[in-house]
């Protein structure tokens, strides 16, 4: 596990604490070095979708950056002091990109996978007019069908013979998490992504709000404006987000409100066997040495038990990376379980949706 991430847990899913140039910086990085990238752009409906869906969440868990894209995520954020403040919108971040001036020099290319038909085509050639820094450099649409007759051989070669830099997918969130989850390490491209509105947004069959709407943050007014039928998935969500808010959030804000003021110093874990001894606060100001941990537990090999007898709290970046060790434990055939926790780490188990991402045991 690396420490260069500055992640956080928010109802199970994970969020990287990044601005839109940060973000941009790292999508530059990835492809300079050569190195693969995994970029998901979890919203509200990814997170209602993922309190239901193990697949779908674990798709998240599974990238190499998650940022929120959605002002009632950084609503939530807010509300649980989690330091994320702005929005970092997958279509935003293409625009940024395409002005970026370290891309006007040497442009990214991009391939367009997915989409209404004749849309991606139409996005290739209004993005290669610009002139920007982005070049597309093909485009597919596979049409209607599972994840498994888009991943043919014939599909993956022709991607790949375009060169590309970063893919972006369009196939509908779940798909299109999956279809990425099924083919990333087959595809050679450094950066892939899931961004659903960008191919519509570049072909202009779908207006972008103007920045005076998104300053408002009315921007989901207005895309039913522009597609009316995401009056029902809108609907849906605004009615999931109410009970999430005085379901989950506002609880865990009082119970994150309370702690502060008795809070206990971490002390080094103990390893006995297969089982770790945990002691005191796990927060963010060592979460350098949780991870330690976790890398040290990884070099072991095994099932492993952490025993939570004597763990007063724990905070969202430590569950967040918590979260991440469970998924490359479970990834490399091994089994985390967290055994004793008192009533309020439950409760915070509980309030964070993590019943299915943690097993507890043995516990008071």
Known sequence: ?????????????????????????????????????????????????????????????????????GMPIVFMCKLLDIPIRKRVAGSSLIDFLQDDD??????????????????????????????????????????????????SDEIIDEINEAKADFIIVSLGAKKGQAWIENNRDSLNAYVISHLGAVVNFIAGNVKRAPDWVQNLHLEWFWRIKEEPELFSRYWNDGCAFLKLIFKNILPYRSLIKRHTTRSTPYILPVFKKRTVILKGDLTIEIRDSVIAMFNEIMKREG???????KVGYIDPSILAQLMLFNEEMESNGHKVTLINPNKLIKRIFDLNCLGFNIKTNKTK
Do not use: W
């Open 1 to 69: 596990m690396k420490a260069d991430r500055d992640i956080y847990n928010l109802l199970g899913l994970s969020f990287d604490a990044v601005t839109m140039e940060e973000t941009a910086t790292k999508i530059i990085d990835a492809i300079r070095s050569k190195r693969k990238l995994f970029l998901s752009t979890p919203n509200l409906n990814f997170l209602i979708a993922g309190q239901h869906d193990e697949n779908f969440r674990k798709s998240v868990l599974h990238s190499d950056l998650s940022i929120a894209d």
């Open 102 to 151: 370290r891309c006007r020099k040497k442009p990214i290319k991009v391939f367009f996978f997915g989409g209404q038909d004749g849309i991606a085509e139409q996005a290739h050639e209004i993005l290669n007019e610009k002139k920007c820094g982005l070049e597309s450099v093909g485009y597919l649409n596979p049409g209607f069908g599972s994840v498994e007759d888009m991943s």
């Open 303 to 309: 099932d492993f038990e952490l025993d939570m007898t």
